[in-house]
T-cell receptor, first 108, second 115 residues
Framework: KNEVEQSPQNLTAQEGEFITINCSYSVGISALHWLQQHPGGGIVSLFMLSSGKKKHGRLIATINIQEKHSSLHITASHPRDSAVYICAVRFNNYQLIWGAGTKLIIKP | GAVVSQHPSWVICKSGTSVKIECRSLDFQATTMFWYRQFPKQSLMLMATSNEGSKATYEQGVEKDKFLINHASLTLSTLTVTSAHPEDSSFYIC???????????FGPGTRLLVL
């Protein structure tokens, strides 16, 4: 069964803290996406990974294919980073299986 | 980056009426468009996948006669919620991609409230 699990479900941190959100999946994949959903519902695609590591500004995404695990890191977190972060995985077909999301709140 | 728009951004309708939601790719040709639904505090759920010029593929449990999807051109897909009921109230999001590229570009979503 193709499954995607995210942790933690909820995360509250102080501004400036280093944030890590984890995503694990059950079988081999062709690609993994990290997305950000703002309180208004709009979704932004942050990263697409099939191997290694990607960095964009204060965001870093890594994936370990052997361990079937990916992490999203936020350095120097800011209140505007508050959002739901979603991991979505493609299991060798073109549809995405979504994680449940991690609700992140950064307090000033 | 690529832009996907949705219209309307929100809609309120009476029970029993039909509502059409448009999804447009503004600067690229979307060979595939996806329609998602999100209930409050829940994750996105894929409803259907549509390829330009062919019938949509619906996920299990999604009524194709109730949620009509048309992808008549490479820049436009429409989702029509027929005979809407209060339980259809939700946040509907489309995404689009072109060719076999991995990246999907998401629309801003449409909030539907059925009274």
């Amino acid at each position: 069964k193709n499954e995607v699990e995210q942790s933690p479900q909820n995360l509250t941190a102080q501004e400036g803290e280093f944030i890590t959100i984890n995503c694990s999946y059950s079988v081999g994949i062709s690609a993994l996406h990290w997305l950000q959903q703002h309180p208004g519902g709009g979704i932004v695609s942050l990263f697409m990974l099939s191997s290694g590591k990607k960095k964009h500004g204060r965001l870093i995404a890594t994936i370990n294919i052997q361990e079937k695990h990916s992490s999203l890191h936020i350095t120097a977190s800011h209140p505007r980073d508050s959002a739901v972060y979603i991991c979505a995985v493609r299991f060798n077909n073109y549809q995405l299986i979504w994680g449940a999301g991690t609700k992140l709140i950064i307090k000033p | 980056g690529a832009v996907v728009s949705q219209h309307p951004s929100w809609v309120i309708c009476k029970s029993g009426t039909s509502v059409k939601i448009e999804c447009r790719s503004l600067d690229f040709q979307a060979t595939t468009m996806f329609w998602y639904r999100q209930f409050p505090k829940q994750s996105l759920m894929l409803m259907a996948t549509s390829n330009e010029g062919s019938k949509a593929t619906y996920e299990q449990g999604v009524e194709k006669d109730k949620f009509l999807i048309n992808h008549a051109s490479l820049t436009l897909s429409t989702l029509t919620v027929t005979s809407a009921h209060p339980e259809d109230s939700s946040f509907y999001i489309c995404s689009a991609r072109w060719g076999l590229r991995e990246t999907q570009y998401f629309g801003p979503g449409t909030r539907l409230l059925v009274l």
